[in-house]
């Protein structure tokens, strides 16, 4: 058979997940392209399988990808898997599949668990519409346009994110959102899998008290539609009065909240609470 890659999505905690379909394209191919080879060789080492693994991550990416691709095109097998997960979702892998588009390598996968989709389905939150967001840049000022831009998203919104960063990125959310219902999934096919359905505001209070642990997917709700959103400047300062009663919010929090809520600018609410 010619060269050609297979992307493998292999277990993101349970390895009993891993399919048959998976190990057996595992066994068939003539190397391994991993984001970190020690993950990977510590989940073949289980099934006892042996296969040269090549290190393919974000900063060797462009080279390594060349020699990967000439390494097909003369032939070659190639599978790539992804730390957890399927390869190309938030991992380097989308840059080889383009490659390999680009220089005519047919590209074939075995589909396996994915984070967000599993975070998803558990969470109860709606499923018919949602956009994966994954994760926020570590730069305030990308971070912030990528936040503004979702202010009006309808949509259920999905992130990913490392537990030291979970606070800050759960205070950003609320900041520029609002307090939305949100579900954090953790260690998800794990022994420790949790599932907490919450607000942003009592998320921010929770982990203000515990460390967060394990790796979270953070599952935001859409905005609320229009007609339910205030519209008014007037509905926006009654919106904001309420805010202030029944969650105590101070007159800047609350004139915030109902700003990015109704559309309505926060100086013109504040000026009409004081
Ligand atoms: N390719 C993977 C996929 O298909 O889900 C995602 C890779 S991304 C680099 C790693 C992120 O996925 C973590 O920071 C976390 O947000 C999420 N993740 C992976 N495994 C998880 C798990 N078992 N429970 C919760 N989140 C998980």
């Known amino acids: 058979m010619s060269g050609r890659l297979t992307l493998v999505g292999t277990p993101i905690g349970n390895l009993s997940d891993l399919s048959d379909r998976a190990k057996e394209a595992l066994e068939a191919c003539d190397f391994i392209a991993a984001e970190d080879t020690r993950v ?34 003369q032939g070659e097998h190639g599978v790539l898997v992804s730390d957890a997960g399927m390869p190309a979702i938030s991992d380097p892998g989308e840059d080889l599949v383009r ?22 389905a558990l969470s109860g939150m709606p499923a018919g519409r949602f956009t994966f967001e994954g994760f926020l840049s570590v730069s305030k000022r990308s ?34 959102l609002g307090d939305r219902p949100v579900a ?24 203000e008290a515990e460390a967060p642990r394990g790796e979270f997917v953070v599952i935001v709700g859409g905005a609320p539609k229009e007609e339910d959103a205030p519209s008014t400047l007037e509905d926006a300062v009654a919106l904001a009065r309420t805010l202030m009663e029944d969650e105590g919010l101070s007159v800047s929090e609350a004139a915030k909240r109902a700003a990015s809520q109704s559309g309505q600018k926060k100086s013109d609410i504040y000026r009409q609470l004081v």
Not at 184 to 207: D, F, G, Q
């Open 143 to 176: 971070r912030r346009e990528h936040l503004e831009s979702l202010v009006k998203e309808p949509r259920t919104m999905i992130f990913y994110e490392a537990p030291h960063k979970l606070h800050a990125t759960l205070a950003d959310l609320y900041a520029t």
């Open 184 to 207: 954090l999934a953790r260690e998800l096919t794990k022994i420790h899998e949790e599932v907490i359905v919450t607000t942003l505001s009592e998320a921010i209070a929770r982990y």
């Open 99 to 120: 490659l390999c588009r680009e220089r005519g390598i047919p590209v074939g996968c075995v589909p396996g668990p994915s984070a967000v989709i599993t975070a998803l």
């Open 40 to 73: 990977t060789l510590r989940l073949l080492n289980h099934f006892g399988i042996k296969k040269p693994l090549v290190s393919y991550f974000e900063h060797n990416k462009r080279e390594k990808g060349e020699q990967l691709c000439r390494r097909m095109e």
